[in-house]
């Protein structure tokens, strides 16, 4: 499966913000983009203020990078959104938001989603009874997604049970700690969504 393996920190600097790729790193004083808060390159400090088309570039590289999607597989969900009602920039963050991986990480069962990726695809989650190892894999309403019973003593899901709480989970799912399980509530609305994207500037990149 085609991913992205290059450094996770060039791609915040490269955004000029944090992504949070890294989990706790990313908190710390040794993130990168907190002592180099510039572009990568030998360019990075001196680089001209954007054009109109960059603004909307970028805030799509930043939303694709956030969700660690592919080029392809994005542009795939960005047509599937703008063919359903509803603003196409919202739909489009309630289908990254509804994949696996994704609620994996909300759900505080990974710290970060590259880690939740993992999980999936090691075969440790299991949606309604069975196991899923498709992070693109999309949940949905009244989904009961749990990690499998042999997994959870792992090292990753004994921190997820000691730290729960610790991150906010979000009000379309509901999650039940000590038993490593989601319950998928409904699909999300903007308004439940905190990933810090102006969605309306990647429907204005990919409009021209």
């Given at each position: 499966m085609a991913r992205y393996t290059g450094a996770d920190c060039k791609l915040c600097?490269?955004?000029?913000?944090?992504?949070?790729?890294?989990?706790s790193k990313c908190e710390s004083a040794k993130c990168p983009i907190e002592i180099r808060p510039y572009p990568p390159g030998e360019h990075g400090r001196g680089r001209p203020k954007d054009t109109e088309y960059q603004l909307q570039l970028r805030e799509k590289q930043k939303t694709r990078r956030i969700y660690g999607v592919l080029e392809k597989q994005f542009h795939n969900y960005y047509e599937e959104a703008a063919g359903k009602s509803g603003k196409s920039g919202e739909v489009l963050l309630q289908i990254l938001e509804s994949r696996l991986d994704n609620v994996v990480y909300r759900a505080g069962f990974a710290q970060s989603r590259d880690a939740a990726r993992q999980q999936v695809r090691h075969g440790h989650i299991v949606v309604n009874g069975k196991k899923v190892d498709i992070p693109s894999y999309r949940?949905?309403?009244?989904?009961?997604i749990e990690v499998r019973e042999t997994k959870r003593n792992l090292l990753p899901y004994e921190v997820a049970r000691a730290t729960a709480g610790e991150r906010t989970v979000p009000a379309?799912?509901?999650?039940v700690p000590d038993k490593l399980r989601v319950l998928v509530h409904q699909?999300?609305?903007r308004q439940q969504i905190d990933t810090q994207v102006q969605e309306q500037l990647i429907v204005e990149y990919y409009s021209k």
């Open positions: 600097r490269r955004e000029k913000t944090k992504l949070f790729l890294k989990g949940v949905r309403e009244h989904d009961i379309w799912l509901g999650v699909l999300p609305v």
